[in-house]
Antibody, heavy 117, light 111 residues
Framework: EVQLVESGGGLVQPGGSLRLSCAAS????????MHWVRQAPGKGLVWVSR????????YYADSVKGRFTISRDNAKNTLYLQMNSLRAEDTAVYYC??????????WGQGTLVTVSS | QSVLTQPPSVSGAPGQRVTISCTVS?????????VHWYQQLPGTAPKLLIY???NRPSGVPDRFSGSKSGTSASLAITGLQAEDEADYYC???????????FGGGTKLTVL
């Protein structure tokens, strides 16, 4: 059974940092591109970042470029999102998602990040 | 501002048919890129509902169907049920096929 379990969310002050993790199981993690998608409270889904299967290629939404870094450890079956210089508008539930042919076929349950003083 | 435009809300009575549109305001769909649909039940993560315009993953009832024509895609739900009440999102790829774009979401209310 495919499982994606996010962790690392919490309350952080503006300007602070947080690292999210997404532990994958039930599939060959190293074969799949992975994405982060976020959802602000009461709002819609917004794509954040993606990484290809071997970690050699990354891409970011303009809103997080230069502040967020996506990475992965295929030996540990884990995807990461390092978030620096956090702003109030980064407050959201962050989902990791497995990608197949341009779509998310599996999603994690999400982890809530709250940026507030 | 999303480049995929959905109506904020739709509603229908049990047993009825509803459709949700997803209209592109840039060229990513018109270029032949696939559109995918997700269902998000209250308090849960999104779930893939329709992929590549008109395909259902295993386990999705055939009451759900998708279509795409030109710069517009649609999700149709027939035989509406109370448990269909959810938010629905369309998604495609950006013009460089590097990232994803989502529609703003449509809240379906079953009357």
């Amino acid at each position: 059974e495919v499982q994606l379990v996010e962790s690392g969310g919490g309350l952080v002050q503006p300007g602070g940092s947080l690292r999210l993790s997404c532990a994958a199981s039930g599939f060959t993690f190293s074969s799949y591109w992975m994405h982060w998608v976020r959802q602000a409270p009461g709002k819609g889904l917004v794509w954040v970042s993606r990484m290809n299967s071997d970690g050699g290629s990354t891409y970011y939404a303009d809103s997080v470029k230069g502040r967020f870094t996506i990475s992965r450890d295929n030996a540990k079956n884990t995807l990461y999102l390092q978030m620096n210089s956090l702003r109030a508008e980064d407050t959201a539930v962050y989902y990791c998602a497995r990608a197949v042919n341009g779509r998310a076929d599996y999603w994690g349950q999400g982890t809530l990040v709250t940026v507030s003083s | 501002q999303s480049v995929l435009t959905q109506p904020p809300s739709v509603s229908g009575a049990p047993g009825q048919r509803v459709t949700i549109s997803c209209t592109v305001s840039s060229s990513n769909i018109g270029a032949g890129y696939d559109v995918h649909w997700y269902q998000q039940l209250p308090g849960t993560a999104p779930k893939l509902l329709i992929y590549a315009n008109n395909n259902r993953p295993s386990g999705v009832p055939d009451r759900f169907s998708g279509s795409k024509s030109g710069t517009s895609a649609s999700l149709a739900i027939t035989g509406l049920q109370a448990e269909d009440e959810a938010d629905y999102y369309c998604q495609s790829s950006d013009s460089s096929l590097s990232g994803w774009v989502f529609g703003g979401g449509t809240k379906l209310t079953v009357l």
